[in-house]
């Protein structure tokens, strides 16, 4: 659901599977590392966005170290996501099926979550209820 909100359905599905996209849609090679490439989305936003999960450059290093992970392959991306998906502390909410509340602790995480406030793009509640449900995500 969040790479489906951040990234969007059809660079999913042109992508390797999200985890070789640069903020603004366009590709990287290799996983060696974070590709720290600063792009301008639009006039005033600048952002170093990478992957499946949208990660800043300036955060890798500290979840690389701090999980010991060996490069930004997508198994590592999926770390780095599930420990911010920890420190949201939202997973109770998620094995509750607390999908709403879910979505809530991690919005400061995810510009493209309801209620971020990033001045981006932010997909509703029911369009990431139904992109959730669609992966296999259930409610309570």
């Not at 590392?33 to 999960?53: C, D, F, M, Q, W």
């Not at 493209?112 to 409610?139: D, F, I, M, V």
Request: proline fraction near 6%; glycine fraction near 12%.
């Amino acid at each position: 659901m969040i790479a489906w909100s951040e990234i969007g359905p059809a660079l999913l599905a042109a992508s390797d599977d999200g985890y070789n996209v640069l903020v603004g849609g366009t590709l990287f090679e290799g996983y060696e590392h974070h590709p720290n490439k600063l792009i301008e989305v639009r006039p005033g936003l600048k952002s170093t966005a990478a992957g499946r999960y949208q990660l800043l450059s300036r955060y890798y290093g500290p979840y690389k170290i701090q999980l010991g992970l060996p490069d930004f392959s997508p198994e590592s991306q999926d770390r780095i996501a599930i420990q911010q998906i920890k420190e949201c502390r939202a997973i109770p909410a998620i094995q509750a099926g607390k999908f709403d509340a879910a979505v809530r602790l991690c919005s400061h995480i995810w510009a493209s979550l309801p209620g971020a406030g990033y001045g981006q793009h932010e997909n509703t509640l029911g369009k990431l209820t139904a992109a959730y449900q669609a992966a296999g995500g259930t409610l309570a």
